[in-house]
């Protein structure tokens, strides 16, 4: 059974990086799935951020495009996100989950909350 | 850019029937995906490609999708299916689409 795990800072500095790694477990991050990260600020919805598939394709939502980059290690068998020049505005639980080539999300980690704040 | 509309409330009595609603452009010609999210806990794929359930997941949960809405079906609701319903859709020009969401309130 696939298990997925975050990890990485609780607190960034405004202006900052975000860098976050989720860690497959279970199961191959070659298989036939895309990885995505999912964000959801406190009180708010959920927001999707971007996915990779294993060949290193990646698709991004257009309104965070500019500052994120998702990235994956098939010898570790993990992936992760960055985003750059943080603000209050990033702070949220940050889940990564496993996406079928039809695009739903079938497979998500406990999530990890960042604050952004000096 | 994609949009989908839910309303942000729902409300049903114990033991009856709640329809929540995913509304969007033509979303009958997409594959639309159903998720729970209980307080403090990630999301649950309830129904994915507009009517299937994962294994574990109850046959009272339904799905149907057609025109510009789809819809997730609850029946013989429990107290235990309180929680928040988001849809989501692929977009080829906006990616993944998430509603805004649904709170689910059993009475």
């Known amino acids: 059974q696939v298990q997925l795990q975050e990890s990485g800072p609780g607190l960034v500095k405004p202006s900052g990086t975000l860098s976050l790694t989720c860690a497959v477990s279970?199961?191959?991050?070659?298989?036939?799935?895309?990885w995505s990260w999912v964000r959801q600020p406190p009180g708010k919805g959920l927001e999707w951020i971007g996915e990779?598939?294993?060949?290193?394709?990646?698709n991004y939502n257009p309104s965070l495009k500019s500052r994120v980059t998702i990235s994956v290690d098939k010898s570790k068998n993990q992936f992760s996100l960055k985003l750059s020049s943080v603000t209050a505005a990033d702070t949220a639980v940050y889940y990564c989950?496993?996406?079928?080539?039809?695009?739903?999300?079938?497979?998500w980690g406990k999530g990890t909350t960042v604050t952004v704040s000096s | 850019s994609y949009e989908l509309t839910q309303p942000l409330s729902v409300s049903v009595a114990l033991g009856q029937t709640a329809r929540i609603t995913c509304g969007g452009n033509n979303i009958g010609s997409k594959n639309v995906h159903w998720y729970q999210q209980k307080p403090g806990q990630a999301p649950v794929l309830v129904i994915y490609r507009d009517s299937n359930r994962p294994s574990g997941i109850p046959e009272r949960f339904s799905g149907s999708n057609s025109g510009n809405t789809a819809t997730l079906t609850i029946s013989r609701a429990q107290a235990g299916d309180e929680a928040d319903y988001y849809c989501q859709v692929w977009d080829s020009s906006t990616g993944e689409v998430f509603g805004g969401g649904t709170k689910l309130t059993v009475l």
């Open positions: 279970g199961g191959s991050i070659s298989s036939s799935n895309w």
């Open positions: 989950a496993r996406a079928s080539m039809d695009r739903y999300m079938d497979v």
């Open positions: 990779i598939y294993h060949s290193g394709s990646t």
